[in-house]
């Protein structure tokens, strides 16, 4: 097969900040409960320093799906992509929960063909300096690696970002799990968090409990505040974290889990990471 150089899909770049990292994804809803089947939601989605503040760059909107309360996928209107941040609307014309997120795949790595290296996946670096100077070498997918490939080393990356919004009385159908990478299944409902109160989470990792995982916890408003807040929860032998609020607002979750386990032929790691921003309410 005939290699040749490319630019990287969108599905294969975007991936859930870890909370180490400097910039972290969120989506934002307007809000998360509401009343009858006549309201909307809008979302905002974006990358920043401080959680919630846009102030690097904005979530690609080519990947947000919405779900109805029956499972069915709804409409995602009034996109629109800024600067710093992305907004859309979503029709809450159900009554139930409604799921809004992302999923995104993808494969990056290197591996040599005749002593030279090329990549797969990952983020394009700038162009060699000098008008004649050569291109990096680049494949958009596994399926461009040639047969007489050397020196594998891919990694499987796939992460969720998601939300939960509620209308009307609540219901658990978009909690079903698909039992396929990193997942959270909220086991006190999202739209019934409060302040001073415990709740629980079960993660799994391709439908089974995922023991040990470290989970973080952030509130929003660190711009206001000397410490970000952070709460680090383990997970369970059941997969199960349980957090109890500090205080009301605002909250981003996320966790990763890396194995050797990839669904992608010829990759030999894999990076799945799961994130969702909660709202808590007062007493």
Do not use: C
Request: no cysteine.
């Amino acid at each position: 097969m005939r290699i040749k150089t490319v630019l990287l899909t969108a599905a294969a770049l975007m991936i859930a900040a870890a909370p180490a990292t400097a910039h972290r994804q969120w989506l934002l809803p307007s809000a998360t409960i509401f009343s009858g089947t006549d309201a909307w939601v809008t979302v905002d989605g974006a990358a920043s320093n401080d959680l919630f503040f846009p102030d690097h760059q904005p979530m690609r909107l080519d990947g947000v799906k919405a779900w109805a309360p029956d499972g069915s996928e709804a409409k995602i209107e009034n996109g629109a992509t800024g600067r710093y941040r992305s907004t859309f609307d979503v029709k809450l014309d159900k009554e139930g929960t409604w799921k809004i997120g992302t999923a995104m795949n993808g494969v990056s790595g290197t591996f040599k063909v005749d002593g030279a290296e090329w990549r797969v996946g990952g983020r394009r670096g700038p162009p060699p300096a000098g008008a004649n100077a050569p291109q990096p070498n680049f494949v958009a997918s596994v399926d461009e690696i040639p047969a007489n490939a050397t020196d594998l080393k891919l990694t499987e990356s796939a992460s969720h970002n998601e939300i939960y919004v509620t209308a009307g009385a609540p219901t658990e159908t978009v909690f079903q799990p698909t039992n396929k990478g990193l997942e959270m299944v909220p086991l006190t409902h999202p739209s019934e968090l409060v302040a001073g109160e415990a709740a629980r989470f079960r993660f799994l990792v391709d439908g089974k409990p995922a023991a040990n995982l470290k989970v973080s916890v952030l509130p929003g408003g660190k711009r206001y505040r000397d410490s970000d807040g952070l709460m680090e929860i383990t997970t369970g032998a059941d997969g199960v974290a349980q957090v109890t609020w500090p205080q009301a607002g605002m909250f981003w979750m996320n966790t990763s889990y890396s194995d050797d386990k990839p669904s992608v032929a010829r990759a030999t790691a894999r990076r799945l990471s799961y994130t969702t921003t909660l709202e808590v309410m007062a007493p």
